[in-house]
């Protein structure tokens, strides 16, 4: 073993031999060279971030830009005595003991060389004061910056998002050369999908500094090139309406263009403000914006999955037109109870003694469970899986942000794979009526309603229309640029089928959406929904009304307007809102209205509390008894 | 008078003698080891721009380094011998303990913390695995049969991709160190040395396409081509070559670099430390400081020749060994001869937890070089 240590202590030795020539290479050989470069080496390289680009609406609405802020940032090495020089700057500033508390965590993670944001949005007394008591605080600066702000607010912060300081695991993931200088990130909603493109790219500022290291001047500038600004398809105006509509309740309103999958309005209730992400908040606070308050920053727009109940009849009728198994005509008795042959369990319609004899038209109209057992169950869940796979049930929309929720599509390999069980018959036929497993997100409402209006044409939703390049200015349209595949139906008759169905359940006297026609001057159809959550024991069967709110079903709707040229197509969720029919048609008729009227009378009779429900209030679709 | 003279000289050796072997120190190592840290010291404080302050919690520091190397010359090497597996399995619980909490945090999790100090699991390692080794192979025959090889190479393998996947490069590269060389004092054949070295090379690439992190492959691109990317990571590899270059022979002066002083020099107290002695004292300086890493480096190896047994030997020599990893990474970082990995030059640079592992491994090989036990003879 000497010998193994020997020969070990001789490589140290030829380690050291050649480590030393390189430091003769750099400190004889080359030293003048690097003497030279260490005199011009007055001159130091400061990265300029780039401006982040700019989000408006599609009318030039400005809906995210850039502010002056002043900050107090201290470089913890050079201060002789931290704790001290806190106590005192808080008589000249204003520090909450959050942004002390954030302050003490920086100081434990970060380096001492680095400097740490201390206070951020200073007020312009503050600064002023600060600059008088300078000398007293060695170590602290003012630093001007330009930050991201929100002038609208809560106004569409779901879809426009928000930035927030970069986190140590997106430091890991970005290309750090290009983030110099760059304090925020996008974090949420299009700040986040767009990143790269609202960014730009860092320039730097070579300056000439004194023996002590201060700024004399600018030698060069390799100026930094803007990020891009964005055009929104939302039409800000269309926007307010949906969330004024929703009002303090909780749901998502979609509008969206179906000619071109141009997404109108994206609401989602609660809202936040995104300006509070700017400026960093401690975890209480955050905390308490995530669970105290349903969730507000939670897109329920893309996000929040949903039985989509009713609104999938006219899907389901179009699937039993298709296959044959029925048509628009024929009609089929609903008792108010469906039993699988040779089952014993009856599957109930929400109205008891049901409907009677009923067309598709009816069926649709007036929501009957039972037409609908009958017809999905001879359809089978192959079948309605297939078709309703064709309109991006259980599957992405491609809408353009980042964290968009797929649902469930129920069929046999879904259940297999989840859930480990093979398929039930009784499965097949509370799928025809959209509950049991059957999980949709509003968009994905939105998107196959358009797909309904274009009588087939696919259309992928989306949130960009343009970006302007922040350098030339030049604007570059976003188009679908991807063709989408079309639903070419055996007898194109189907869809207008479908679509007097639903054209009833608006207009027919005895349709579940009835409350919506008085005085609508277009032609509207759409399909109410109403997702029960808790099974009803039979015996309490209390009023609607009456039922604690958590209880309640979700309200939905989903609609097309005009029916012949479709230019907007609306998907509506009210959490716990109770009958489609009542909470969410509303919401829908209040969007269209001004979309294709530019009237609001209808939102301020509904924000009034106007809006006569009590007639359609029996209408809760829900079929008690009906869960597996 | 004369021959009295040197009797007294004689006895006063003596003593000092009999003091080493009572407190089972080391007195060459450990004078090295202080002139070290004092200079150390005085390096920092030029680097941190006279600031006094800052020294002084480096004193703290190194005063805690030199408790752990005195605490851990007190200890029997048989002690710790006996210990060895339960030490390197204790390491192991807190290396996953460490990072089952990392992955709750959502983040890069190093530490544990102890509330009055944070403990990094990974430095327990670069002592935890040398002596596992060390006692695995002492209690067979050297050099070991291929078993025992097995066994250590997975020994050194798992510790070590788990401390990677920190992400901890530089330290997972020294843990790796210290496992190699016991391998290799363990008498294993030039061959599968050689072969070793071949695979490594072949594995190169997986690891650059399954394991490393984006900013890890920047680096060495950076090492590659700095010129490349001079805002970015290559900033730090061309400032730090301008502040050795223009030093030169002799150096600016102690307090007197540019580079170090107008801040050009990043991590100037911690990773690259060296930059500012090259600037401020010369080639000379740097030749200076090598000297005195080597002296100890060749201490340590001849107190692993003088082992009474195979774990001493192999433990004592391993360590050296790797102690001068340490030394010679860094070096080669900060002069471009190697990729930025993130190492601290040892004594030398500011920060605590590499510290205290270094002195806990000086006190080791001084353990094992005065509890001898007295034979029969």
Partial sequence: MARRVIFGGLLCILAVVVLMAQMVRLQVVDHHHYVTLSQENRVKVVPVPPTRGLIYDRNGVLLADNRPSYRLVVTPERVPDIQRSLAEVVEIIDLPDAKRERFEDLLRRKRHFEEIPLRTRLSDEEVARFAAHRHRFPGMEVRAQLVRHYPERKHASHAVGYVGRISPSELRRIDTSRYRGTSHIGKGGIELAYENVLHGNVGFERVETNALGRVIRTLDRQPPEPGNDLILTIDSRLQDVAERALGDRRGAAIAMDPRNGEILAMASAPKYDPNIFVDGMSRDQFEQLERGSWQPLFNRAVRGRYSPASTIKPFIGLAALEKGIITADETLRCTGEFTIEGGDRPYRCWRPGGHGDVDLAAAVAQSSNVYFYKVGFELGIDAMESFLGLFSFGESTGIDLIGERVGVLPSRDWKRTNLGEGWFHGETVITSIGLGYFLATPLQLATATSTLANRGERVQPRLVRAINDGSSGEQRPLGADTPQQRIELNDQGHWEATIDAMRASVRHPRGTARLISRGLRYDLVGKTGTAQLAALDEEMEYEHEERPEHLRDHALFIAFAPADSPEIAVAVVIEHGGGGGAAAAPVARAITDAWLLHDISYLTTLEAGRVDTREVESVIETPGGAQP | ?377
């Fill in chain 2, 1 to 377: 008078m004369s021959f009295t003279s040197t009797e007294y000289r004689g006895t006063e050796l003596q003593r000092l003698s009999i003091l080493q072997d009572r407190l089972h120190l080391d007195g060459s190592l450990l004078t090295a080891l202080l002139a070290l840290s004092v200079f150390g010291m005085a390096v920092l404080y030029s680097a941190f721009g006279e600031d006094i302050a800052q020294v002084q919690k480096q004193a703290v520091r190194l005063s805690v380094g030199f408790v752990a190397l005195f605490a851990m010359a007190q200890l029997p090497p048989q002690t710790l011998r006996r210990a060895a597996p339960w030490i390197f399995a204790g390491g192991m619980v807190l290396l996953i303990a460490v990072i089952s909490l990392g992955v709750i945090g959502q983040g890069a999790q190093r530490w544990i913390d102890l509330g009055l100090f944070r403990f990094q699991p990974a430095e327990l390692m670069k002592i935890a695995l040398p002596v596992m080794l060390a006692w695995l192979f002492a209690e067979g025959d050297l050099p070991p049969r291929w078993t025992r090889t097995l066994i250590a190479l997975g020994l050194i393998l798992i510790p070590t991709a788990l401390i990677a996947l920190q992400p901890d490069l530089g330290t997972a590269l020294l843990v790796a160190a210290s496992g190699v060389f016991v391998l290799y004092l363990s008498g294993l054949r030039w061959r599968w040395i050689l072969g070793g070295i071949a695979a490594a090379g072949a594995a190169a690439p997986l690891l650059w396409h399954f394991v490393m992190h984006s900013y890890q492959k920047a680096r060495v691109l950076t090492f590659l081509n700095p010129e490349s990317d001079p805002l970015g990571a290559g900033y730090h590899i061309i400032q730090s070559k301008i502040a050795i270059g223009s030093g030169g022979l002799f150096g600016k002066g102690w307090l007197n670099g540019t580079q170090a002083h107008l801040e050009f020099i990043p991590e100037r107290h911690t990773d690259f430390v060296l930059a500012v002695v090259a600037e401020e004292f010369g080639l000379v300086g740097v030749a200076q400081l090598m000297a005195v890493y080597l002296f100890i480096v060749g201490r340590g190896l001849y107190i692993a020749v003088n082992a009474q047994d195979n774990f001493g030997r192999l433990l004592a020599g391993g360590l050296s060994l790797t102690f001068f990893v340490y030394a010679v990474v860094n070096a080669g970082m900060i002069s471009g001869l190697l990729p930025v990995v993130g190492l601290p030059l040892p004594l030398i640079s500011f920060g605590g937890s590499s510290l205290v592992t270094i002195m806990a491994a000086f006190g080791i090989l001084m353990a094992i070089h005065t509890h001898r036990r007295i034979w029969s003879s």
